[in-house]
């Protein structure tokens, strides 16, 4: 029924880069045998699941959504996938996303747009866009995305559905095509918070592998799917309800407050510092990370390769020059100024003392309070071809979402509305480090 639903809707969303329905059919029967024989008693069993193209997968297609991956078919599977896989979930292919997760409308990908389903003007939000838009058309029940800087919450605010970014070293990133590696994150996105829990649950764990990976004993999320919120300590930052924000949205995000007040939590505001700083911090460290993560694209191991060169220097400079985007080029060229020597202690380290400030005002913070709530993005989702224009502009709009991949913290989008264009609000849910139960507690008692 999902692959019919892929074919009824896909020539209009382009949600996915790959579908491979004969592949999913196999696992599904697979899957099957092992439900039969007992083998398979947990929830993700038979659910079939799309996977963000920057994860790799044993002899699937991984593009990354770039043309430098154009037909990159990896040897490995990428360990967040092969626990869903060993949990049962069936693979349906792989989803848009801005190029190697850089960008806010998933319209820098090499292989087109894709459409928000519920306005097909707009986008879907970026990076996971196809993630959340393949979620919210019924393209899949499930999807694991990746944030790095709010990729995961705010397509997932844009296109009306649940998506989490655990505690930095939750999930391993082995197999996750790097980014900014010292903020990526994968994560699971779902038409509700039960299901994001059930699949953060499968996805978690030690990895030998990844070496920021952690032996975690508290993962048993779905434990914390309990509607009781009596007690629960909420802080509105005052600094994230100011210029800037959609008063739609606002309105949206504070009504979701009072729907926990009235539950009986404790909601309260205060002032949250260093939030201008945020943004300049990240996309410092964020591009200075992606500059040296990006430097093995170079046309000898695997990907693209220019047909036409006469040296090895020319055969690098013509395959990286044809095979990036623009906005990939931008931020290698910013990542790789910010750490030339003369520049590194003026930026790339100012952006890292920056973080550690930042994180030290959130532990602040968690002192008083058990969750943070605020809206995920500054507006709803942005017609097409609005954004990239400005990529200033569009780098603004990561306002709310991005101190938690800094800090390293869990943070969790669920809708709260429609603005009066029909177009889904996010309101997000950001706990301390380790504390996905107390997000996923006033998620589950806001639902
Ligand atoms: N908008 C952010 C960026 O462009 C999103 C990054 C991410 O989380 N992958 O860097």
């Given at each position: 029924a999902v692959l019919e639903r892929i074919a009824q809707v896909e020539p209009d969303?382009?949600?996915?880069?790959t579908v491979d329905g004969d592949r999913a059919m196999e696992q599904a029967g697979r899957v099957q045998r092992r439900i039969e024989s007992g083998e398979l008693t947990g929830p993700l069993a038979g659910v079939p699941v799309a996977i963000k193209d920057n994860l790799c997968t044993k002899d699937l297609k991984t593009t990354c959504s770039s043309r430098i991956l154009e037909n990159f078919v990896p040897t490995y599977t990428a360990y967040a996938v092969q626990k869903l896989e060993e949990a049962g979930a069936v693979i349906l292919g792989k989803t848009n996303m801005d190029e190697f997760a850089?960008?806010?409308?998933?319209?820098?990908s090499y292989f087109g747009q894709t459409r928000n389903p519920?306005?097909?003007?707009?986008v879907p939000g970026g990076s996971s866009g196809g993630s959340c838009a393949a979620v919210a058309a019924g393209e899949c029940f499930l999807a694991l995305g990746s944030d790095t800087g709010g990729s995961i919450r705010q397509p997932s605010s844009f296109c009306g559905v649940t998506g989490i970014k655990p505690?930095?070293?939750?999930?391993?990133?082995?197999?996750?095509?790097?980014?900014?590696s010292s903020l990526d994150q994968v994560g699971p996105v779902a038409g509700n918070i039960s299901d994001c829990a059930a699949a953060l649950e499968a996805i978690s764990g030690h990895d030998p592998?990844?070496?920021?990976?952690m032996d975690r004993?508290?993962?048993?999320?779905?434990?914390?799917?309990?509607?009781d919120v009596r007690g629960l300590r909420v802080g509105l930052p005052r600094d994230y309800f100011g210029?800037?924000?959609d008063p739609e949205v606002r309105k949206a995000v504070l009504d979701a407050a009072q729907a926990l007040r009235e539950k009986g939590a404790l909601v309260e505001e205060f002032d949250l510092g260093l939030v201008e700083y945020a943004i300049p911090a990240y996309y410092v460290i964020a591009s200075a990370e992606a500059s040296s993560n990006l430097?093995?694209?170079?046309?000898?191991?695997y990907g693209y390769r220019t047909?036409?060169?006469?040296?090895l220097h020319s055969m690098y400079k013509r395959t990286r020059s044809e095979g990036f985007g623009p906005e990939v080029k931008r931020r290698i060229m910013l990542g790789s100024f910010v750490l030339s020597s003369g520049y590194y202690d003026a930026y790339y380290l100012k952006a890292l003392r920056t973080k550690a400030l930042i994180k030290a005002e959130f532990d602040k913070a968690f002192k008083r309070f058990d969750v943070i709530l605020g809206p995920?993005?500054?507006?709803?989702a942005p017609l097409?071809?609005?954004?990239?224009?400005?990529p200033l502009k569009m780098y603004l709009g990561d306002i709310y979402t991005i101190s938690a991949n800094l800090a390293g913290l869990p943070a969790v989008s669920l809708p709260c509305g429609l603005d009066s264009k029909g177009l889904p609000i996010g309101v997000q849910l950001t706990g301390d480090c380790f504390k996905e139960k107390e997000i996923i507690r006033a998620a589950y008692a806001y639902e």
């Open positions: 969303l382009n949600a996915y880069v850089m960008g806010s409308t998933t319209e820098t519920w306005n097909r003007d707009h505690t930095y070293g939750t999930v391993s990133r082995w197999g996750l095509i790097a980014y900014g592998r990844d070496s920021t990976s004993k508290d993962c048993d999320f779905t434990a914390a799917l309990q509607d210029e800037g924000l430097s093995r694209f170079d046309g000898v191991k047909p036409d060169y006469e040296d995920t993005a500054p507006g709803t097409l071809g609005s954004s990239l224009s400005d």
